[in-house]
């Protein structure tokens, strides 16, 4: 019987200079999917609410959405480390509360560790999150819960002052204890200085090549997402185009009365059908 990856797994993949292979997932299926291939670490991301809910940004999802998703992606996977996203207003406003909710995840869905946005400003929460014994990775670059205050979904750290202050709050979060480090949507050499620099792993979306591993949203991977395609995406798949000739062929058969078939159909004797009078 296979056990499940732990934080010291994903950090021993470091030393070994071994890459974290990580995505995200929402539901029991996908759930299945990734956890059959073996990926080392599946975020439950609080973008399930721009890529399941259809929110326009990942602001309005509530703690309640995420519990219920984290609980399915739980299910339906047995190896992969799972950590579940901290969403907006849910860690920000109360030391206690923050405690709190990261506790449901563990307690009610069934996760090994929460993610967080944020360096310096969200220091205090992310110390008495690791204090209670809860594994937290850190995200810095692109935080998409700040997308007002940081004028849109922009790369994070091209000019010098906001690339020290990646630099300086990235050490701020391994020194606070957190196993492991997103970094979104900042350049290539940025990423690669601050991962040779750490000995906690960095994690890539939009990062470049030379992080500890690489995450992509798992709709992106498999193309089912209708719209616009962040340049950091390689899809692997055109999942929504050939879903929607499968539809569309479905469909056509349904109104020709080419489905469904005597395959498809339960069979009895004629002699035990009741006659209607």
Known sequence: ??????????????IEDKKIVALTAYDYPTANLVDEVGIDLVLVGDSLGMVVLGYETT??????EMIHHTKAVVRGCKKALIVADMPFLSYHADINEAIKNAGRFIKEAGAQAVKLEGGSERLEAIKAIIGTGIPVLGHLGLTPQSVHQIGGYKVQGKDKKIAEKIIKDARLLQKAGCFALVLECVPALLAKLISEELKIPTIGIGAGPQCDGQILVIHDLLGINKGHIPKFVKKYFEGYKLMLEAVKEYKKEVQ???FPLKEHSFSMEEENLPRVY
């Open 59 to 64: 602001l309005p999802v509530t703690m309640d």
């Open 1 to 14: 019987m296979e056990t499940r990856n732990t934080i010291i797994d994903i950090k021993k993949k470091k």
């Open 256 to 258: 020709g009365g080419l």
